[in-house]
């Protein structure tokens, strides 16, 4: 079972530039959920999903876009990338939200932003 | 907002040795959850705890869910060099916006 896939694994970007971070989960879950990670800090959440078609802003959205065409995917958009950007991002996802025993993670993108 | 205390920041214990982790909050949870982080690797559940006064076991390791609902306890015992990794406790409460809060996670390197 592949489970949470997250695409890239390491990424370096200039400031200004775009890009998305891919995520794809195989379990058909319903919830799928973006966080990011940084030295000294917990997790924190960016964007979240209940559903395909439906998005909406975590503790720190500012900077990112999401969406959610299909069960399966939920893109992390980077419109203009800043150094404070700089982090390690998790893709997660259960069954649906609050189904924490049964939340995955995908392995991470780790991401520096020049 | 709700925040999540874990200290200290680093462990560093001898294998065999048993280690003791706690968490703390200045709100109160209904649900606890455990995680390890192996690097390179997103974190992975290791025990979720629900009532208060809780105490769950899961091989070497026993989480226990505060009375208060303020705090939480991971141990583990017998420690082996795979166990070297990132802990981290969650919280969250019930209902309605109840996103997961997560500590800042303690480093645990165990020397063989």
């Known amino acids: 079972n592949a489970g949470v896939t997250q695409t890239p694994k390491f990424q370096v970007l200039k400031t200004g530039q775009s890009m998305t971070l891919q995520c794809a989960q195989d379990m058909n879950h319903e919830y799928m959920s973006w966080y990011r990670q940084d030295p000294g800090m917990g997790l924190r959440l960016i964007h979240y999903s209940v559903g395909a078609g439906i998005t909406d802003q975590g503790e720190v959205p500012n900077g990112y876009n999401v969406s959610r065409s299909t069960t399966e995917d939920f893109p992390l958009r980077l419109l203009s990338a800043a150094p404070s950007q700089t982090s390690v991002y998790f893709c997660a996802s259960s069954p649906e939200e609050f189904d924490n025993e049964k939340l995955f993670f995908g392995s991470g993108t780790q991401l520096s932003v020049l | 907002g709700q925040q999540l205390n874990q200290s200290p920041q680093s462990m560093f214990i001898q294998e065999g040795e048993d280690v003791s982790m706690n968490c703390t909050s200045s709100?109160?949870?209904?649900?606890w959850l455990w995680y390890k982080q192996d690097p390179g690797e997103g974190p992975v559940l290791l025990i979720a705890l629900y009532k208060a006064g809780e105490l769950t076991s899961n091989g070497r390791l026993t989480a226990q869910f505060g009375i208060t609902r303020k705090d939480s306890f991971l141990n583990i015992s017998a420690s082996i060099p795979s166990d070297v990794g990132i802990y981290f406790c969650?919280?969250?409460?019930?209902?309605?916006?109840?996103?997961?809060?997560f500590g800042k996670g303690i480093t645990l390197s165990v020397r063989p």
């Open positions: 709100s109160i949870f209904n649900t």
């Open positions: 969650a919280g969250q409460l019930t209902g309605a916006n109840s996103k997961l809060t």
